[in-house]
């Protein structure tokens, strides 16, 4: 496509695009570049304008350009050289079957098969990959006949935590000290004041429905999910979300693979369904399948896109495209964990994996207990069109969500502006906590230890060789007061990479330094000796 003709039809699309009305220039800009890759309008190659240029072309200002430029180099779907241009990246899908084709291993014409569309004795039809398992079936199927009158009370007891019971550097761990207690005190006896007998009850349609059209809003803006408010439903959390999609998706025996190293809690809710877990390795760019991983065909398929859980990287385009494909071919879904996507502290936010699915295969979840607080036990689902029906009886049938007071007071204070500032606060505290860290980190270098660079998140990574002992290094930093995680512990198999899980989310600011300095004697000691 000419670089004239380019200009005239972004010009165009943007025009005919129906975008929110917050939504930025750039993030317009962004958004219809990569549809026009994703959808290969502009081919692997293609050169685009020049951002002065096309500035001009779109009248806008070049930064404006520069921004939507520099979300889609971070994503990888183009790349620029210096003196040349801006270029849409390799796409690795397209030539992936040749890959195979090119590889020594002795199942190559197998793999390639299994990859083939138009091979039909491996592709299942589409209006079978679309049905429920038989589990998910039997648990809706008394759902038309549920009496939607019936009440039932719960009442939800989580363990309170003692300040000085947590220990620096515990990950997982977050520090709501700064949570704004008494704006969300008001919230709440708002609308204790004007009682509503429905927020009473148990939660029917998915989940208390201002609420599910403010989390639409946001995903729509700040994660390019593309969702109607009906495809959100309301849950307890993560664990509640990976627990439904496997009840109704998945039958016993069943595959899923999950990401290796990654996140240990998600693969015991898929074990407890009874599921056969595959790890599946990852590299720089994410979830990395080989040739012997396709041999297993998965029906679920967990992973983290836009943050690896736990070592951060992002995946990229081409194996992001791959995926999709793949999970279409041989009638896979694709379980999205988007799990702290709010905390990026540079650059702008990755988009997610579910807006690039064209096929209905891709479930994304998210939670409000990293933003907000633990005990909030509130997170989301988003599910594709044709399962809409179902996964809210399912919900109902199996979980009988509440807390739709809670519920309705986070709509408020989402859609009031206070959710957006609280996340702006949270992302100034950690990054400055995460910069110190980093800092007070960099010596271990000197040993051979590997810190992460990853610019998201709520830990960090240190990669250790093969043959440290990373638990005996956790006892060690354990003795000093400081509670850190091996990464072997993350690892399935028999390929097991070895370092440090440390969190900065609740050591204190002003005590990162001196903790963080403890812990690089101790892991400087542990790796010369």
């Not at 005239?8 to 026009?36: D, G």
């Not at 009473?200 to 700040?222: Q, T």
């Not at 699915?357 to 044709?386: A, C, E, W």
């Not at 610019?455 to 240190?462: E, K, Q, R, T, Y």
Request: proline letters at 4%; a neutral charge; charged letters at 20%.
């Amino acid at each position: 496509m000419k670089q004239l003709v380019l200009s005239e039809w972004l010009l165009t699309q943007l025009n005919q695009s129906n975008f929110p009305a917050r939504m930025p220039n750039h993030r317009r800009i962004y958004e219809v570049i990569r549809r026009a890759i994703t959808s290969r309008v502009l081919p692997a190659g293609a050169r685009l304008p020049s951002t002065r240029r096309l500035a001009e072309d779109l009248t806008v200002s070049r930064n404006t350009v520069l921004a939507a430029f520099e979300q889609l180099l971070d994503e990888g779907y183009v790349a620029s050289q210096t003196g040349s241009g801006t270029y849409v990246t390799y796409n690795q899908h397209d030539n992936f079957s040749k890959d195979i084709a090119g590889s020594n291993t002795s199942d190559n014409i197998t793999d390639k098969v299994l990859l083939d569309s138009n091979v039909s004795n491996t592709r299942i039809k589409s209006e079978d990959s679309l049905q429920l398992s038989k589990r998910g079936l039997a648990a809706c199927a008394s759902t038309s006949r549920q009496n939607q009158s019936a009440k039932q009370n719960n009442s939800d007891r989580v363990n309170s935590r003692i300040h000085n019971e947590v220990q620096p550097f515990t990950p997982g761990e977050d520090d709501y000290a700064g949570f704004p207690y008494a704006l969300w005190r008001r919230l709440l006896n708002r609308q204790w004041r004007t009682p509503n007998p429905a927020l009473l009850d148990s939660s029917h349609d998915g989940g208390y429905l201002p609420l599910r059209k403010a989390i639409a809003d946001y995903l729509r803006v700040s994660r390019a999910v593309n969702l109607t408010f009906d495809q959100v439903l309301i849950t307890s959390g993560t664990q509640q979300s990976i627990d439904l999609c496997a009840r109704l998706l998945t039958d016993h025996g069943d595959c899923a693979w999950v990401e290796n190293p990654g996140y240990w809690a998600a693969r015991r809710v898929l074990e407890v369904n009874g599921l056969q877990l595959h790890p599946v390795d990852v590299d720089k760019e994410g979830l990395a399948p080989t040739t012997i991983d396709y041999r297993t065909t998965p029906r679920l398929i967990y992973t983290t896109p836009s943050h690896q859980y736990p070592k951060g990287m992002v995946m990229s385009y081409g194996r992001r495209r791959l995926l999709l494909d793949y999970a279409q071919n041989v009638g896979a879904w694709i379980i999205e964990d988007d799990y702290d996507s709010e905390f990026r502290f540079e650059g702008r936010p990755i988009s997610s994996l579910q807006g690039m699915d064209q096929n209905g295969r891709v479930l994304y979840l998210g939670t409000f207990s990293k933003v907000m607080y633990p005990g909030i036990r509130l997170g989301y689902l988003v599910v594709p069109p044709n399962l809409i029906e179902s996964f809210k009886h399912g919900l109902y049938e199996l979980q009988r969500p509440g807390q739709v007071v809670i519920q309705a007071a986070l709509a408020d204070f989402i859609e009031e502006g206070h959710f957006a500032s609280h996340i702006r606060r949270l992302r100034q505290i950690y990054g400055e906590r995460r910069r110190l860290l980093q800092a007070a980190l960099a010596s271990i270098a000197n040993v051979g230890a590997r810190l992460s660079t990853v610019d998201s998140g709520l830990h960090l990574v240190v990669e250790f060789d093969q043959a440290c002992d990373d638990v005996r290094v956790t006892e060690m930093a354990s003795e000093h007061g400081l509670r850190v995680y091996p990464l072997s512990h993350y690892c399935m198999g028999e390929k097991c990479e070895k370092g440090l899980i440390i969190g900065y989310a609740y050591a204190a600011t002003e005590h990162i330094t001196q903790y963080g300095g403890k812990l690089a004697e101790v892991i400087q000691e542990a790796l010369r000796n």
